[in-house]
């Protein structure tokens, strides 16, 4: 079975500063990982995914993460936060060839001025 | 194109009653899902559609939730009874669910109902 760990529950940050969410995750097999981001009274918004290839992805709003395999981790990083950064911020895995994600438990992310 | 369509957006009731949630999924979107999301948590799958069958309905309390998706459209989650521990919010969310391509269809998510029991 897969499971995902949000590593921090809540992020303070400063308006401009680097933040980076940890994400670890659990499985036998292959995954897709994902990040998502929900703002308040919203859905979520996928930010990223990887799939295969470059271990380094590019997402919305300046988002990127990277795919450790040896670490099982799949951290999400931004050089410089913005105030409407501040949302909860969702790590997802998927098994591949299968519909079933599962998701971590959120880590939001406070932005302050 | 419109996105993934929930109503009601709250809903407040008191245990015992019965209650139900609508679900829109993006046109053309076959796959349709609801998730349960508790307060600090991230969500929780109760069911899977692929168009009117469920094909994963593991994670659904039975005995008072039940779903529906008859013409393998849009769809209905109901709660009967409700208890005080299903306050929480219910997302939907919808995916192209093509297995002609790569085994990943990026899912859709609604703005949720949030119910409060009480």
């Known amino acids: 079975a897969q499971s995902v760990t949000q590593l921090d529950s809540q992020v303070p940050v400063f308006e401009e500063a680097p933040v980076e969410l940890r994400c670890n995750y659990s499985?036998?097999?292959?995954?897709?990982l994902f990040w998502y981001v929900q703002y308040p009274n919203q859905g979520l918004q996928l930010l990223l995914k990887?799939?295969?290839?470059?271990?380094l992805v590019k997402g919305i709003n300046g988002f990127e993460a990277e795919f450790n395999k040896s670490q099982t981790s799949f951290h999400l990083r931004k050089p410089s936060v913005h105030i409407s950064d501040t949302a909860e911020y969702f790590c997802?895995?998927?098994?591949?060839?299968?519909?079933?994600?599962?998701f971590g438990a959120g880590t939001r992310l406070f932005v302050k001025a | 194109e419109a996105g993934v369509v929930q109503s009601p957006r709250y809903k407040i009731i008191e245990k015992k009653q019965p209650v139900a949630f609508w679900c829109n999924p993006i046109?053309?979107?076959?796959?349709l899902y609801w998730y349960l999301q508790n307060l600090g948590q991230g969500p929780e799958l109760l069911i899977r559609?692929?168009?009117?069958?469920?094909?994963?309905d593991s994670q659904l309390p039975k005995d008072r939730f039940s779903a529906e998706r008859l013409k393998g459209v849009d769809s209905t989650l109901k709660i009967q009874p409700a208890e005080l521990g299903d306050s929480a919010v219910y997302l939907c969310?919808?995916?192209?669910?093509?297995?002609?391509?790569?085994?990943?269809?990026?899912?859709?998510f609604g703005p949720g109902t949030r119910l409060t029991v009480l």
């Open positions: 499985s036998s097999v292959s995954v897709y």
């Open positions: 969310a919808s995916s192209s669910g093509d297995r002609g391509l790569a085994s990943y269809n990026e899912q859709f």
């Open positions: 559609y692929e168009n009117e069958e469920a094909v994963d």
């Open positions: 046109s053309g979107h076959n796959t």
């Open positions: 990887y799939l295969s290839g470059s271990t």
């Open positions: 997802a895995v998927s098994v591949t060839g299968g519909f079933k994600t599962i």
